[in-house]
């Protein structure tokens, strides 16, 4: 059964944005990684300054105030936790068969997903209403200036 252009481009949409997510998942990990290697790096780096300190009975600062931080806040073990507790491409997706909306045409082009709007932007009904309306109880100015002062 061919596909509408409704149908099409949900499925074109839908394949963008699984594609993002995917990419900014790989980020995050590679990333989270590094962040873990370089707390572990300034662990390593702390405890040499700290038997130097005891050494040649010194105070020399053991961490800089942002590997403190990071030592302090979550810690190379939290991340590597966080790490192992998820792994790429965890979330299955199925393509289920979209219903066939808005009579099987496409909808407007939408900047959100990556594509080029031209023309005047299309305003829905509803929010047309709803910008145009005036409020039930707004009264004109003189009325409630008068009804107040009386």
């Known amino acids: 059964?061919?596909?509408?252009?409704?149908?099409?481009?949900?499925?074109?949409?839908?394949?963008r944005a699984i594609?993002?997510?995917?990419?900014?998942d790989r980020k995050a990990r590679r990333y989270t990684q590094l962040l873990a290697d370089a707390i572990g790096a300034a662990e390593d780096a702390a405890?040499?300054?700290?038997e130097l300190n005891q050494l040649y009975n010194?105070?020399?600062?053991?961490?800089?105030l942002l590997t403190q931080a990071l030592h302090a806040n979550s810690g190379q073990e939290v991340l590597v936790d966080h790490l192992a507790q998820s792994t790429p491409g965890e979330e299955l997706?199925?393509?289920?068969?979209?219903?066939?909306g808005n009579g099987g045409q496409e909808l407007p082009a939408n900047p959100l997903f990556g594509e080029l709007v031209?023309?005047?932007?299309i305003i829905a009904p509803a929010q047309a209403a709803k910008i145009?309306?005036?409020?039930k109880d707004a009264a004109p100015m003189d009325t409630q200036t008068s009804e107040s002062l009386g």
């Not at 594609?19 to 900014?24: D, G, N, Q, T």
């Not at 405890?47 to 700290?50: E, L, P």
Request: proline share 6%; net charge positive.
């Open 93 to 100: 997706v199925i393509f289920n068969q979209v219903p066939d």
């Open 118 to 121: 031209s023309g005047t932007p």
């Open 1 to 15: 059964m061919a596909l509408t252009a409704y149908q099409t481009q949900f499925k074109r949409r839908m394949k």
């Open 58 to 64: 010194v105070d020399v600062s053991t961490y800089t």
């Open 19 to 24: 594609s993002l997510r995917a990419k900014a």
């Open 132 to 135: 145009i309306a005036p409020e």
């Open 47 to 50: 405890m040499q300054m700290n």
